[in-house]
T-cell receptor, first 116, second 112 residues
Framework: DAGITQSPRHKVTETGTPVTLRCHQT?????MYWYRQDPGHGLRLIHY???????DKGEVSDGYSVSRSKTEDFLLTLESATSSQTSVYFC???????????????FGPGTRLTVL | GESVGLHLPTLSVQEGDNSIINCAYS??????FIWYKQESGKGPQFIID?????DKRQGQRVTVLLNKTVKHLSLQIAATQPGDSAVYFC???????????FGGGTRLMVKP
């Protein structure tokens, strides 16, 4: 998984509770991303980061916030979880693998979140 | 990439046969395209990529073909094996911005 870990791997929570998911990388890459994956929608970008304290919104950012206080950690927070946020969440990092100049994205193992 | 409906398109092939998985894209300004493989319960895994100024690129047992005229991308897997069973999806991106747009995916099932 390209040196990316996610925690927790599974979580069940109740509507209205705060939830924080953690993404950790060991390779000091600048770009990190949070996606959610749902049937019928593929991977959708929630937030991304291009450096410590530098973050921006993706296409489905409502209800989510992120923080990046260290290069290696990118946190995704659901301030007040809703059932519509039940999903599988993937973290990714980006760096050029070869000499083509393409910044491929490499994904973590995912976190399955269920909001009851 | 383009999103697809709730039910993933499925391709069923016999072990040992070649597989061809297709992807249509909409952004003619994309600089590159990437294919990913996702096994059940795992994160997407990078397979191969291709720049928009190329027509073909080969990897180990895989070949990606790009037809910019009809905005079509295909992934060919030679001598398909049971371990190739997964969902495959394409993504396209631009050099500026470090963002990818993902397609909905195709499920490949390999029959022994």
């Amino acid at each position: 998984d390209a040196g990316i870990t996610q925690s927790p791997r599974h979580k069940v929570t109740e509507t209205g509770t705060p939830v924080t998911l953690r993404c950790h990388q060991t390779e000091n890459h600048r770009y990190m991303y949070w996606y959610r994956q749902d049937p019928g929608h593929g991977l959708r970008l929630i937030h991304y980061s291009y450096g410590v304290k530098d973050t921006d919104k993706g296409e489905v950012s409502d209800g989510y916030s992120v923080s990046r206080s260290k290069t290696e950690d990118f946190l995704l927070t659901l301030e007040s979880a809703t059932s519509s946020q039940t999903s599988v969440y993937f973290c990714a990092i980006s760096y050029p693998l070869g000499t083509s100049g393409i910044n491929e994205q490499f994904f973590g193992p995912g976190t399955r979140l269920t909001v009851l | 990439g383009e999103s697809v409906g709730l039910h993933l398109p499925t391709l069923s092939v016999q072990e040992g046969d070649n597989s061809i998985i297709n992807c249509a894209y909409s952004n003619s300004a994309s600089d590159y395209f990437i294919w990913y493989k996702q096994e059940s319960g795992k994160g997407p895994q990078f397979i191969i990529d291709i720049r928009s100024n190329m027509d073909k690129r080969q990897g180990q047992r895989v070949t990606v073909l790009l037809n910019k005229t009809v905005k079509h991308l295909s992934l060919q897997i030679a001598a398909t094996q049971p371990g190739d069973s997964a969902v495959y999806f394409c993504a396209d991106g631009r050099d500026a911005g470090n963002m990818l747009t993902f397609g909905g995916g195709t499920r490949l099932m390999v029959k022994p």
